[in-house]
């Protein structure tokens, strides 16, 4: 017989001006183990929409470059991107505020 899936909590923390979009700074999700940034954003996407989804993607599968994201205190970027696996800890989606210059 075939073991259940394992599962892992995950945290995630927005900032910016998602929380507006998400209407909470922070959200639980159980999700499972070996799910990916890239997972957690599309369920995010389907879950939030549009609003979510042009907020933090320039075209599918490329985040804007105003966006961050850190799972278990280090940015994705040096560990996979979007690739990057989830563990049981927090994720941080981080929004840089945009400065409009003339």
Do not use: C, W
């Not at 507006?20 to 999700?31: F, Y």
């Not at 499972?32 to 993607?57: H, I, M, Q, W």
């Not at 599918?60 to 278990?72: N, R, S, T």
């Amino acid at each position: 017989m075939l073991a259940p899936p394992s599962k892992l909590a995950v945290r995630i923390k927005f900032m910016g001006d998602l929380p507006a979009v998400i209407g909470q700074r922070t959200l639980e999700l159980e999700l499972l183990a070996g799910n990916t940034v890239a997972d957690l954003f599309a369920l995010l996407s389907e879950s939030y929409g549009e609003a979510f989804t042009s907020r933090v993607f320039s075209r599918p599968g490329k985040l804007h470059h105003y966006m961050l994201v850190f799972v278990d205190g280090e940015d994705i970027k040096g560990s996979g991107g979007l690739d990057a696996k989830l563990g049981n800890g927090e994720v941080d989606v981080v929004m840089l505020s945009m400065f409009v210059g003339g």
